[in-house]
């Protein structure tokens, strides 16, 4: 085995040199995807809220709406993919978002911003379900929890440098911001364009709702997308009421960049190697109630602390805990996916982080609020930890009745 292919056998690449190379390609892309996304969704809050004095409730409204337009309508477009392909979607879905965070340079009132927002969900929708899918099918079932675990790496990479670009470009204007952000999304539409080969991600062609209805009748995948939207509530509250509390126990808007920071540090350096340890020893399913769970009491600690440096500790935790849920639920998707019909399950699989990550915004900014209001700033902590533990219960119970692949 040569040096190259040892190298590509760590990562989990395919041995086939076109699927190694489309690999690469979505890993590129999928980096510079997380950092056009968090230079600019952890600087909404901090400056519609903060900076214009809005209420975090109705900035929670816009998030939730812009998370539920993107992974309700990954359906389609996953079922799409099944039919013509992922390239084609993933660079309209490109050029879609690239217009949407661009047009938040100019939203000064709330509907101008919640179209932006909107627009920037469909962006997403259009892609994300057929990269998703797209990787699946490029991927080997005995080496995939590595593949995901270095998108993860490159999720997180995206995610420090998106921060850090962000929090430097936030000293000039949110403007700067925004348009920073489309382009970045303008030139991974560029890139995938030339580079980005047409991607097979289902065997035969079908209907476009008989895809829909494969997944929605598999009653394992069906359950197993209800229990998983309870982990996302807690999963996106890192750019909402976390980045909100850091920034009151800090004073600054620069506690935000802390945050991500901290969180990007803790992914990029444990993420490939927990996985790596866990893989012979470890189930998916297991390694994702572990992960959970871990998230989870990182998140309820910060009703504990008292300044940001604590705060910083349960980050570090919560970034733990999602190192290990990411690859390990992506794992037990593909795994319990049809892979007749990839594009289609992974976009109905989007409709937990739909209505998970629309929860978790809205309730995530109202009950923020309601803490401030009340005078009990610990009341999302330990409301938002009380679902975390549910979830952790739902995953231990489907790992008892039900199988996780397809053998």
Known sequence: ????????????????????????????????????????????????????????????????????????????SGALADRLGARGLILFGLLVRAIGFGSMAYADTFPHLLMSSLLAGLGGALFESPKSAAMAALSDP??????????????????????????????????????????????????????????????????????????????????????????????????????????????????????FLTNTLFGITLQYPLVRWLEPRLKPIYGLILGTAIMTIGLGAIALVNNIWLLLGCVALFAIGSALLSPNQQTVIADLADSNAFGSYMGFGGLSLAVGGALGNFFGGSLYDLGQKLGFTDLPWLILFCIGSASVIGLIWFSRHYQTDRS
Request: hydrophobic share 55%; proline share 2%.
């Open 142 to 259: 005995e080496s995939r929890r590595r593949v995901y675990a270095i998108q993860g790496i490159s999720n997180n990479v995206g995610m420090a440098l998106g921060v850090l670009i962000g929090g430097f470009l936030i000293q000039a204007s949110f403007k700067a911001v925004a348009l920073g952000s489309g382009i970045i999304y303008f030139a991974t539409f560029l890139i995938s364009t030339f580079l980005l080969p047409q991607i097979t991600v289902a065997v035969g062609k079908r209907k476009i709702l008989e895809g829909i209805a494969m997944a929605a009748r598999d009653r394992r995948f069906f359950i197993f997308t209800l229990i998983s939207m309870g982990y996302f509530v807690i999963w996106v509250q890192l750019s909402l009421t976390v980045s909100l509390q850091a920034e009151a126990l800090a004073g600054t808007e620069h506690a935000v960049s802390w945050v």
């Open 1 to 76: 085995m040569t040096l190259r292919s040892r190298f590509e056998h760590s990562l989990g690449l395919p041995n086939d040199a076109k699927r190694a190379r489309a690999t690469l390609i979505l890993l590129i892309d999928n980096l510079l995807m997380w950092m056009g996304f968090f230079m600019i969704v952890p600087l909404i809050s901090v400056h519609y809220v903060n900076g214009l004095g809005w209420a975090a409730s109705l900035i929670g409204i816009v998030l939730a709406l812009r998370q539920f337009t993107q992974q309700g309508l990954t359906v389609f």
